[in-house]
């Protein structure tokens, strides 16, 4: 065999042309980046609609998705103790203030075992509070943030809102990712984080409603401003982590209390 | 949350490992054919062929491999499907697989002159469209080994 030849088999065995140059990493960052943007607008043009036609949406209409959708949610503990009756007493204040919270559910409130310090409101009105939350939080005009904060939720429809989203996006997104995979994992993950993102927007709303519920009852936001400090004293995860968390952190929801003075 | 953590972490591992185990491949391929640089394949395609050499011994031989991509590149290539294009980290995958195959048939031809009427297929072994399926492929390469005498 010739020298020639030799090298020229030399070269074609070193540069390879059946296989791509394209970097797998970036192409791997810009599929996702492109996904997360048409996602994101997906998301954008959802919450349009939803809240669009759940905001013009009838009180009986409403009370019948309810009904539907929290057939066999049921409380696990039902004692009343002292702490449930103060609640139910700051609760008979609060719903004669807002019409969107009369004739509807009876918000039945419940103490629910577990230490971390939250508060959380079903589908069809149950109120929950954490045994954590009772025992640290003893001043009322506190509880009543706390107490309008989830009314306020309620009031705003969000849990509808989300539901609906919800439904919107999973049907386009099952049918853009049909039979595939990864696209659906993709989805799934990326979503996970817009759903966040929308529930704070939601949190800041209802922050924004309790205040000036709790305005109208004390003719001052302390409740709020101490509430918020004591739970900044609690938290120790950083600022940057903000956007894998469900509500806003906790100085910025000062802040933004402390502007609507 | 938990969710995407451990896919970014599968994600990165696996394209670490699958980088690796891709760069060594190719030095061993590329090690291999350039100490083969001298055995040649001869494919003219023709049904009847003379020598007026006396032959030795012909005989078949033939080279597999089963190669699949890693987690990493599969994942890319499943979000491509989306927006169509070139599939490009598959396309290593199958440069791989298809050199493989045919080093091991030349490889098994030792002692012969060279190899006539090379062929290679390739086959899906996993249907992609299922649940739990990983893309894998195998590809065979076949010819006739000619020895002289």
Same mark, same amino acid.
């Given at each position: ?8 088999? *030399?070269?074609? /065995? ?16 810009? *599929?996702?980046? $492109? ?43 039902? +004692? ?20 969107? %919270? ?27 509070? +954490?045994?954590? *939350? %009772? ?30 989203? #919800? ?34 927007? #939601? ?8 205040? #000036? ?42 802040? %933004? ?5 | 949350?938990?969710?995407? %953590? ?17 760069? &060594?491949?190719?030095?061993? /391929? ?14 003219? $395609? ?6 007026? &050499? ?51 048939? &030349? ?11 090379? &062929? ?30």
């Amino acid at each position: 065999m010739n020298k020639n030849l030799e090298e020229k088999y *030399l070269s074609v /065995i070193e540069d390879n042309v059946n296989v791509g140059s394209s970097n797998a990493l970036t192409e791997f960052f810009i *599929l996702v980046a $492109g996904i997360a943007v048409i996602f994101f607008l997906l998301y954008m043009f959802a919450d349009a609609i939803g809240s669009f036609f759940i905001d013009r949406m009838s009180n009986e209409t409403q009370m019948k998705i309810e009904n539907a959708f929290s057939f066999g949610i049921k409380p696990q503990v039902s +004692t009343k103790n002292e702490n449930i009756i103060k609640l139910e007493n700051i609760r008979d204040k609060i719903v004669p203030l807002d019409k969107n %919270l009369q004739g509807k559910s009876k918000f039945p409130i419940y103490e629910y075992p577990e230490k971390q310090i939250n508060a959380f409101i079903t589908p069809n009105g149950n109120i929950f509070f +954490t045994q954590g *939350l %009772l025992t640290e939080v003893k001043d009322e005009k506190v509880l009543t943030f706390i107490m309008a904060h989830e009314l306020g939720h309620y009031a705003h429809r969000d849990h509808l809102k989300s539901m609906s989203r #919800q439904i919107i996006v999973a049907l386009i997104s099952s049918i853009f990712a049909s039979g595939n995979n990864n696209i659906d994992l993709t989805v799934g993950s990326i979503s996970d984080l817009n759903g966040l993102t929308y529930s704070r927007k #939601q949190e800041r709303e209802a922050d924004k409603y309790a205040n #000036q519920i709790v305005y109208k009852l004390y003719g001052n936001n302390k409740g709020a401003v101490e509430f918020f400090k004591l739970l900044e004293k609690k938290e120790k995860a950083p600022e940057f982590l903000q956007y894998f968390s469900t509500h806003p952190s906790t100085s910025q929801r000062l802040k %933004l209390i402390q502007q609507e003075r | 949350m938990g969710d995407v %953590l451990l896919l970014l972490i599968i994600l990165g591992f696996t394209f670490m490992t699958g980088t690796i185990i891709e760069k &060594r491949h190719f030095e061993n /391929i590329k090690k291999r054919e350039i100490a083969l640089i001298k055995k040649p394949i001869i494919n003219f $395609g023709a049904k009847k062929w003379d020598t007026n &050499r006396k032959i030795k011994k012909i005989e078949l031989v033939t080279g597999e491999c089963v190669i699949s991509g890693d987690y990493f590149k599969n994942f890319v290539a499943g979000l491509k499907n989306l927006f169509g294009g070139r599939l490009t980290t598959f396309e290593s995958v199958l440069d791989r697989g298809r050199r493989e195959a045919i080093l091991k048939m &030349r490889e098994k031809a030792r002692g012969a002159n060279f190899i006539i009427n090379a &062929r290679i297929e390739s086959v899906m072994l996993n249907d992609t469209y299922g649940q739990e399926s990983v893309p894998q492929c195998a590809i065979i390469a076949y010819g006739t080994a000619v020895t002289y005498e």
